[in-house]
């Protein structure tokens, strides 16, 4: 069973907030990722990490940061939230030995910005 | 790069029928994975079936099984006896090498009583 948790599950606030959307797991896995997905639609991948201080942009522009100081904790942050970030946010892990890449999802974030 | 199509954004099928999501991809590589994940309502997303590239027999978890055919790219998701519990999201996916997915757009799936 995966063990990857997000929090906040549900957050609004207003413009130019600043937030940081929490993801951690107990798997050990090296592999991490940040998927934006508006409702009903495709997941984008934003963010991913091979590995502690290891981290790259996805294939669909963000204006979010991340950080890997730590193998479980892989952290979303945006500087200044606007309206045009408003989506859900998913957080995945996966294994490098053994699997065949199949990510591990946590719940989600949904965000909202006023 | 590769593409993944989903063509179906929605379907409606009646309970306990059996019911086929398509999927096709767009690839030039000879060693991909095929996932299919689901998306209930409350947003998580749900690991169901695996096919590796290279897998001679099409692969199946309980009720699920995938219709992989290689030559016209396509691995299509079966649900066999539907239940009112299926009712979701279905995406497709796919990697190579296990690096990062790539997820088609999605079909929703409603189940009917």
């Known amino acids: 069973e995966a063990d990857i948790y997000q929090t906040p599950r549900y957050l609004v606030i207003g413009t130019g907030k600043k937030i940081t959307l929490e993801c951690s797991q107990t798997m050990g896995h090296d592999k991490m990722y940040w998927y934006q997905q508006d409702p009903g639609m495709e997941l984008h991948l934003i963010h991913y990490s091979y590995g502690v201080n290891s981290t790259e942009k996805g294939d669909l522009s963000s204006e979010s940061t991340v950080s890997r100081i730590r193998t479980e904790h892989f952290p979303l942050t945006l500087e200044s939230a606007r309206p045009s970030h408003t989506s859900q946010y998913l957080c995945?892990?996966?294994?490098?030995?053994?699997?065949?890449?199949?990510?591990?999802f946590g719940e989600g974030s949904r965000l909202t910005v006023l | 790069a590769q593409k993944i199509t989903q063509t179906q954004p929605g379907m409606f099928v009646q309970e306990k029928e059996a019911v086929t999501l398509d999927c096709t991809y767009d690839t030039s590589d000879q060693s991909y994975g095929l996932f299919w994940y689901k998306q209930p309502s409350s947003g998580e997303m749900i690991f169901l079936i695996y096919?590796?590239?290279?897998?001679?027999q099409n692969a199946t978890e309980g009720r699920y099984s995938l219709n992989f055919q290689k030559a016209r790219k396509s691995a299509n998701l079966v649900i066999s006896a539907s239940q009112l519990g299926d009712s979701a999201m279905y995406f497709c996916a796919m990697n190579f090498g296990n690096e990062k997915l790539t997820f088609g757009t999605g079909t929703r799936l409603t189940i009917i009583p």
């Open positions: 995945a892990s996966s294994d490098v030995w053994g699997s065949h890449g199949e990510l591990f």
């Open positions: 096919q590796g590239s290279y897998d001679e």
